[in-house]
């Protein structure tokens, strides 16, 4: 198991990396977070969802995603308040003091999980979340040592050292610990150095008798992450990507205050066509972009009050009086219609609120909320394309009969009469080579020069590997791996 010093220290990408390792070593491998927090959720083809990084490192083990990899999934609806997803379902809806009191009771489902893995597989690569160091949450804890201590995973402990202070990180990660969550930590290892290792070598040696555990190497500032699809919004705050060279076609994005499954704009970001800039709350929406993409939400109703008090919506008008193009993705498909009812409040408060009143359609938030794979074809382009759909709520009106896609279960989505502001319940239009060459054509991008995003992705999976094999002492870290206890 895998646990960091802090959030953002790696954890998910290096177990990407160490499945894909394993997975080259003749090993049969899977990924395992026993409780995950993210809007960034994928879809498995069995059914249900799973967090995003799951279903990635799912892929480096060469496997499809699957709810036991996830068993229990947290998607925050508001600062307090998540929705709750157990083995790929909705279970409920709990603000946060009520989750803490009963997360124990999911304890349950994140053992079911975990011993259908075990008997499946040679190697279950375990990610947890946080930090153990948060010890106010020690008690009923299942994502770190409230895990590790019940099944006797060893752990390994990731600390950053691009954030400063990861010599008191580790050291102080042991001594805030009780004595039994001490002893489940086997090694450590740094993340994210910068320059010459050898540089860091009295630092190791001051690691290890602060806290007598082994290092298990130093890697630097790897470049395959940036890659790979994010799961986490902190990306966002690196996120534009621009060059100098050549005309780009400029896409600008807000940054929503509960945006989910950003990560549809992941091949866009690395398409060498494209400046992709995500726009931060205070910041107006340039007026030179090409395209505005408003991504999906866990919170539509919610958003929409967000996006007017950022004044995004005066934007959004402006880019479309000038015929720019507007694509919206599920919630962002929902918010640029006319009306959103949701009169159980499904999405919050019940009631009605407002859209965008940029495509004439309107939605009404009902269950059951829609999980499943899709495939099929782009109207107009031609192209196809294949995904996925997580949401609630039907979408009716009259822009819907010119719809932006038909899926093999239906035509989907709408457009404008113009065709320049559309809206779609698919996820994953995006890693379509032809679908995203097509779109970015018709906004004046060159016909050649793009990527293969699929392929990209798989490369970056082994470059990982291969940074990391040539940086970690892997085999005393996979020699950590013994049989769990039931």
Known sequence: MLQGTGSDVGKSVLVAGLCRIARRRGLSVAPFKPQNMSNNAAVCPSGGEIGRAQALQAQAC???????????????????????????????????????????????????????????FDLIIVEGAGSPAEVNLRARDIANMGFARAHDVPVCLVGDIDRGGVIAALAGTKAVLDAGDQAQIKAFLINKFRGDPALFVDGLKAIEAYTGWPSMGVLPWLSAPSRLPAEDAVILERGSRAEASGRKIKIAAPMLSRMANFDDGDPLRADPRVEFHFIPPGQPLPRDCDAILLFGTKSTVGELAFIKAQGWHHDLHAHARQGGVILGLCGGYQMLGRWVHDPEGLDGEAGSVEGLGLLNVETVMQGPKTVRLAHGVVRGLNRVV?????????????????????????????????????????????????????WLQNLGASTTGGLDYRAGVEAALDSLADEMEASLNIDALLGLAQTPRF
């Open 386 to 438: 294949e995904g996925y759909e997580i949401h609630c709520g039907k979408t009716i009106g009259s822009d819907t009969a010119r719809p932006f896609i038909d899926l093999e279960h239906g035509p989907d989505g709408a457009l404008s009469a113009d065709g320049k502001i559309g809206g779609t319940y698919m996820h994953g239009l995006f890693s379509a080579n032809g679908f995203r060459s097509a």
């Open 62 to 120: 060469g496997l499809a995603p699957h709810v036991d990899f996830n068993p229990v999934l947290l998607k925050p609806q508001s600062d307090r308040t998540s929705q709750i997803v157990v083995h790929g379902r909705v279970h409920s809806a709990l603000n946060a003091a009520d989750y803490m009191a009963r997360r124990e009771s999911l304890m349950g489902a994140v053992r079911e999980s975990f011993h259908r893995l075990a008997a499946r």
